[in-house]
């Protein structure tokens, strides 16, 4: 068993920056990809950057060039840097853990970041 601990959520303000950081209490957090996904008030959740064991990453189109998804995997760490804030991008941030051989999964509660001037 393990988990994921999401922070660095809060207030931010249009055009600024936050860091959220995800702490994995997982046995190989090296193996697994990472991912954060988002969810907007009303909105279903959905995937905004991920990065493989291989340290490959991804980007939805609308964060692509703002946001930076990086990964310690000596201190099982995993964070989101988000600059230059948008409105839409207020909604809970997800921590999200994956490995498919063998497949496990965790997810974290989320924090709520709120983009607002």
């Known amino acids: 068993q393990g988990y994921l601990v999401e922070s660095g959520g809060g207030l931010g303000k249009p055009g600024g920056s936050l860091r959220l950081s995800c702490a994995a209490a997982?046995?190989?957090?090296?193996?697994?990809?990472i991912t954060w996904e988002h969810q907007a008030p009303g909105k279903q959740r959905e995937l905004v950057a991920a990065?493989?064991?291989?340290?490959?990453?991804r980007y939805l189109n609308s964060v692509l060039g703002r946001f930076t998804i990086s990964r310690d995997n000596d201190k099982k760490m995993a964070y989101l840097q988000m600059n230059d804030l948008r409105p839409e991008d207020t909604g809970v941030y997800y921590c999200n853990a994956r490995t498919y051989t063998p497949p496990r999964e965790y997810w974290g509660r989320g924090t709520l970041v709120t983009v607002s001037s």
């Open positions: 997982i046995d190989n957090f090296y193996a697994y990809e």
């Open positions: 990065i493989t064991s291989a340290l490959e990453r």
